[in-house]
């Protein structure tokens, strides 16, 4: 597996409960980000991490969003009392240093009832 | 605040043809530009990279160009085939900021046999 990969593949969840989505980097990059994307639009930058510390988290959109990388490898982003507006697709990308190529996962499809 | 348009947001062509997708953005002051390739359902695949100081990549058929100073980049595909078709998203990191991408919304590209 030299890709990045992302667990789990769907996510249905109920309103208000919490989730957790998982980000596997490749091997040795030390940049990882978090985007999400809605129908028919772009990806929309979430959080970035340089190593274990975020180094801008200006894109998550509440205080409901949070993510880790505790030992700079893979990193979980946690979305606490979900609202049927965060239901949308998660892709988790890594570069080898800031400012160099990002490659993306699959993502993961979140559906909140 | 960077945005970033592609146009169009749709084209169908015929197999064989050569065509043109068109990218642009409002600040140039941006590090360099990505091309990504998205199947339906699926993460982005990176496609070409372009440092703000090269004006162009080769990757096969594709061939990416960038024009900083007018704000504007092309993905050319050469002799297209029903494979090519995709949503291709073009996104840009801006210098001075974060190492986040800034995307289109992407053209939907179909290529008919």
């Known amino acids: 597996g030299a890709g990045v990969s992302q667990t789990p593949s769907n996510k249905v969840t109920e309103k208000g409960k919490y989730v957790e989505l998982r980000c596997d980097p490749i091997s040795g990059h030390t940049a990882l980000y978090w985007y999400r994307q809605s129908l028919g639009q772009g990806p929309e930058f979430l959080i970035y991490f340089q190593g274990t510390g975020a180094a801008d988290d200006s894109g998550l959109p509440n205080d409901r969003f949070f993510a880790v990388r505790p030992e700079g490898s893979v990193s979980t982003l946690k979305i606490q009392r979900t609202e049927r507006g965060d239901s949308a697709v998660y892709l988790c990308a890594s570069s080898l240093n800031a400012v160099s190529a990002q490659y993306f996962g699959p993502g993961t499809r979140l559906l909140v009832l | 605040k960077q945005e970033v348009t592609q146009i169009p947001a749709a084209l169908s062509v015929p197999e064989g043809e050569n065509l043109v997708l068109n990218c642009s953005f409002t600040?140039?002051?941006?590090?360099?530009l990505q091309w990504f390739r998205q199947d339906p359902g699926k993460g982005l695949t990176s496609l070409l990279l372009i440092q703000s100081s090269q004006r162009e990549q080769t990757s096969g058929r594709l061939n990416a160009s960038l024009d900083k100073s007018s704000g504007r980049s092309t993905l050319y595909i050469a002799a297209s085939q029903p494979g090519d078709s995709a949503t291709y998203l073009c996104a840009v990191i801006l210098q001075g900021g974060s190492e986040k991408l800034v995307f289109g919304k992407g053209t939907k590209l179909t290529v008919n046999p």
């Open positions: 600040d140039s002051a941006i590090y360099n």
